[in-house]
T-cell receptor, first 112, second 115 residues
């Protein structure tokens, strides 16, 4: 079983729409969770960390469900500039706590 | 702001050549990583290092080696480049292992083509 699994999409939504991505992880001992954004032919960049109580950053909301081992990202009022691939990232266990595991990404296209 | 710098943005090498990819970070991070990214396969970890002179194999270490002589520098070496090593290579760094919420900071990548 993969450490992190994401729906690859693609998700195609109009401007102004609300879109949600989910991601499941296999390691119940994981403690650190992130969403990264990657634009075409660029490096991944940290979008936001995901905290146990959930957190919001402007139009973006991240949630963590430890019982079901999934994290989610909600984007409200989508903009054209939100078009990118979104990567779910989870840390490892034990001696590899510093290692992060990446999902393969969910592709989002926002159209006018 | 964390800066991770990769020495080359684009490289073209011939089959059989020895290739060095250099990465430097300026935030005194303990952890450094090398990934490759290919369409449909996502990011795959090649090697990582928790400290100077330490290295650990990732998921796809075959055909690669690494060197970490100084904390800020982590080099990836392709001993004898092959065409299946054509890829985007990404270096990253982060704080101590086990540090809660220590995200990775990436360099802007090296697109390597082996002909």
């Amino acid at each position: 079983r993969k450490e992190v699994e994401q729906d690859p999409g693609p998700f195609n939504v109009p401007e102004g729409a609300t879109v949600a991505f989910n991601c499941t992880y296999s390691n119940s001992a994981s403690q650190s969770f992130f969403w990264y954004r990657q634009d075409c032919r660029k490096e991944p960049k940290l979008l936001m960390s995901v905290y146990s109580s959930g957190n919001e950053d402007g139009r973006f909301t991240a949630q963590l469900n430890r019982a079901s081992q999934y994290i989610s990202l909600l984007i409200r009022d989508s903009k054209l500039s939100d078009s990118a691939t979104y990567l779910c990232v989870v840390n490892g266990r034990g001696s590899t706590l510093g290692r992060l595991y990446f999902g393969r990404g969910t592709q989002l296209t926002v159209w006018p | 702001d964390v800066k991770v710098t990769q020495s080359s943005r684009y490289l073209v090498k011939r089959t059989g050549e020895k290739v060095f990819l250099e990465c430097v970070q300026d935030m005194d991070h303990e952890n450094m990583f090398w990934y490759r990214q290919d369409p449909g396969l996502g990011l795959r970890l090649i090697y990582f290092s928790y400290d100077v002179k330490m290295k650990e194999k990732g998921d796809i270490p075959e055909g690669y080696s690494v060197s970490r002589e100084k904390k800020e520098r982590f080099s990836l070496i392709l001993e004898s480049a092959s065409t299946n090593q054509t890829s985007m290579y990404l270096c990253a760094s982060s704080l101590l292992p086990g540090t809660y919420n220590s995200p990775l900071h990436f360099g802007n990548g090296t697109r390597l083509t082996v002909t």
